[in-house]
């Protein structure tokens, strides 16, 4: 891998601060709340899972703000990944970007096979796989055409996402006063029915941890966009501000709704298969309501939302690519921007490794379920890799004779905040599967903790080969020149 890097071509700026909260809040509304969401309900009751989504919504915000700080004062395509290069260890940086990478290269075609089961409810004589192909290269052209392409077509998807949500309230509401379902008003018994509001104790809740932490999951990627944004120092922390309160706002009050609605008992509820559409808590809800054509409806909005997440995994991918390889960690190729500002090998090269991956599940089912699994996890390890590169940046920053006032947003509750989010991941992720662990079902651990191993081979791999150590405070980079990467606005 190429150590000695020049920039080829300019990443261009022209992604607004609308598209920047869209690309955030787009990113954590999706099969999570939809479907998941009920399931949540079942796992810890209702006031389980509002006090889980809560701690983990306060959490995601912690994350996002020091991102947000760290973005601001330098704005960088590769984000936490190349934050962690500078700022802690380049073998960090290094087995950050690509654990993030694997793990869009392989969310991307699992999105793509969704789209495929999704569209089976309307069309169940035509292959699954026919929508998929069609998926990979609808999404293939969004993100070849211009950044500002991707920015729309996410912008006016997750539009529909959040216009679903509040219909939904609205609609759940008038079911709770008794104007809508002809069932008389609801009252608030389901909050102390049977073992309600809290099922199963602090386990229940600690099971809800791992529902709301795949839910929020994408939410880092506005600091991945944050390097593409016209104006970062300003709309970075907008978007991160209006997108916490939105996004806790929508969370807590879906749940609140559908606990009011359905007892946490109801068997539908069970449910978190994608694909089933019936029984996701959005579809009985309207059906209470009297809508017939519930289900045609919510699978339109899961169709939007996968095609959403699908396209998206595919721009954080392509940017993780090309940074890994402005930064020296692959090859320089990947780094070649053309004359649209797009990364063009590097969004090649994630279209091949994505289709490879999607075409092992029709060879060879447990490898693509093995690959699944090799991903699982990297989304919380990434999280811990944006708390630890922000308690090193301040602490550096201080270190360096800095003052805080210098910095043009200031994260909030420093060092509370990214000590409380690395310590609630690393919880997270040690509780993933305990129960394979009491069972002893060493098959499932594999699967479930694969990302791990991955991850410190690949921290191993470049520290060993390289030298690599942790970057004394005083040593630490903070100029706010960006190692081989150049922008340039939309208008130039």
């Not at 810890?44 to 959490?59: D, Q, R, S, V």
């Not at 984000?79 to 802690?88: N, P, R």
């Not at 320089?332 to 991956?357: E, Q, S």
């Amino acid at each position: 891998m190429a150590k000695d890097q020049q920039s080829t071509g300019q990443v261009h700026r022209s992604l607004k601060t609308r598209h920047l909260s869209m690309i955030a809040l787009g990113g954590s509304i999706g099969t999570g709340l939809f479907i998941a969401s009920g399931s949540a309900i079942t796992s810890a009751g209702p006031g389980g899972a509002l006090i889980a989504y809560t701690i983990m919504g306060i959490m995601v915000y912690f994350l996002m703000t020091s991102l947000a700080e760290m973005a601001t004062y330098i704005p960088l395509t590769g984000s936490f990944a190349a934050y962690a290069s500078k700022f802690v260890s380049p073998a960090l940086g290094f087995a950050l970007g690509w654990n993030y990478w694997l793990n869009c290269a392989i969310t991307v075609p699992v999105e793509a096979t969704t789209v495929g089961l999704v569209m089976n409810f309307w069309f169940p004589h035509i292959p699954s796989w026919v929508f998929s192909g069609i998926t990979f290269a609808l999404i293939f052209l969004i993100n070849y055409l211009s950044v500002k392409s991707y920015g729309e077509t996410e912008f006016w998807l997750a539009l529909v996402k959040v216009i679903t949500v509040v219909v939904f309230l609205i609609v759940g509401v008038l079911v709770i006063l008794g104007i809508m379902g002809g069932r008389g008003p609801v009252d608030l018994q389901n909050f102390t029915y049977k073992k309600a509001p809290f099922v199963h104790g602090i386990s229940g809740i600690v099971n809800v941890f791992l529902v709301a932490g795949f839910s929020f999951q994408g939410t880092e990627m506005i600091g991945i966009a944050a390097g593409e944004s016209e104006n970062p120092e300003k709309s970075v922390p907008e978007a991160i501000k209006s997108t916490f309160w939105r996004i806790l706002l929508f969370y807590i009050c879906t749940i609140f709704v559908i606990a009011c609605i359905l007892p946490y008992t109801d068997k539908n509820l069970l449910s978190s298969d994608v694909t089933d559409i019936v029984t996701s808590p959005f579809t009985l809800v309207f059906k209470r309501a009297g809508l017939a054509a519930a289900a045609s409806v919510m699978n339109t909005v899961i169709l939007v939302a996968v095609l959403s997440s699908a396209n998206s995994w595919m721009y954080a991918s392509t940017r993780m690519l090309f940074s890994q390889a402005r930064e020296g960690f692959a090859w320089r190729m990947f780094g070649y921007v053309n004359k649209r500002g797009i990364p063009i090998y590097g969004l090649v090269g994630t279209t091949v490794i994505g289709l490879l991956i999607w075409f092992t599940q029709f060879i060879g089912p447990q490898a693509y379920n093995y690959l699944i699994g090799a991903s699982g996890l990297s989304g919380f390890i990434a999280w811990l890799g944006i708390a630890i590169s922000h308690f090193r940046f301040r602490r550096a920053f201080i270190k360096q004779g800095h003052d805080v006032s210098e910095l043009t947003y200031h994260a909030a509750l420093f060092p509370f905040g990214p000590l409380f989010a690395f310590g609630l991941c690393i919880i997270v992720i040690l509780c993933q599967n305990l129960d394979a662990f009491v069972k002893f079902d060493w098959q499932s651990i594999a699967v479930t903790y694969m990302t791990i191993p991955v991850f410190i081979v690949l921290y191993l791999y470049y520290k060993l080969k390289y030298g690599s150590h942790l970057i004394p405070l005083e040593e630490v980079d903070l100029s706010r020149k960006t190692k081989g990467e150049s922008y340039e606005t939309e208008d130039k």
